[in-house]
């Protein structure tokens, strides 16, 4: 095969001197594999293997499992720091656990791409995390239908909440409102007062596919958040 | 031949070998190796300070008088502790993490000991921790958890320099490494 562009999502120790990868690909979605030495002390292959780092891999093997041929870096490692970090990981843990094995995804790893260039910059992060979140909502076909469970079209006045079952928004007293719900569909998320509804409706419409297991890395980020607003 | 098997690097050839050199050659050595072994796993246990590995409840480096109190370097495991004083250099007293954060892998900052850290600054002897965590993507996100809880208490913070190994030529360092290292360049002052 060609190589292929990738992305570490994790990576776990296997056997003695290996490491089980989560790679994001361009073609293949979601792949797993075992990079044989990739756990060996101070081996390139190990330094190589880190977290936002672009690759070029290729792999053999036909089941669930893959092996690593080769791997090599394409560029430049992000350089992302604090929060930025703590987000990238985030990007990193939603992907890993909601993709399906080799579900193609190209969408997914075109908006995670741009997701690393604007993770060191502050102002634009939130977007551009809306942006991938939204696109893995779309390779899983799970994206918010912005209509009432009937089918008819949003009430600017009323306000609705996210129904899981119909992926539509039924009426309810407190929610958001249907004039933001419409801005949202017409996909102009620049505007600064979407930002926190954007938020609400990705975080609602990933929540009935991670279950009821908490991200770690939403919890870390979250402690750290009520730490610096402590009295 | 199997027990030897949970060492690393040893596989069924190796035990083998282990084994029969043992029973056939050094049977002394094979019970000393026995009692030493069982010792140590009942023994050797953390630090109450800074949960390194040690025999005692406080370990001979938080005892010891002629260190600084003022230093504390965050370390992610006693192998990591051994470098640093192999190395030489450093006055001050550690605390060993024994791993790093790691979402993915579901461990959080109650399972490296961060609130023991936090009560160990709290007591208000430390004046700077030094974070060296290491320079993995993990070792970041640990000290930069450790640098948001530790802010309100108004410590200095550092964090080991990257930079290119001694002895090392610049067109065989990998280019994240070169990168870092340009940007936390020095000074150079000749006499």
Redesign the interface.
Known sequence: MAPEPAFLLHRRPYRETSALVDLLTLDHGRVRAVAHGGQRPGSKSRQRLQPFTPLFVTWQGSRDLKRLTLMESRGQTALLAGEGLLCGLYANEIATRLLPLELPASDVFAFYTALLEALPAPAERALALRRYEWALLEALEATPQFTTPEGSVLDPQLRYRFDAATRAFSPAERGLDGRTLRYIEQGDWQHEGLANALKAVMRAALAPHLGSTVLRSRELMLDLARRRHRP | MDAFRVL??VGPKTAQRMAMHLLERERPGGQRLAAVIQQAIEEVGYCQRCRTLTEADICMLCESLRRDDALLCVVESPADQLAIEEAGGFKGRYFVLHGH?S???????ESIGLDLLEARVAEGLVEEVVLATNP??EG??TA??IA??L??YGVKLSRLAYGVPMGGELEYV???TL??AFNGRLPFASE
């Open positions: 690393p690097g954060l979402p993915l892998d579901g461990i959080g900052p993995t993507i970041e996100a930069h958890y948001s809880q802010a309100e990998d280019g994240g990168s870092r």
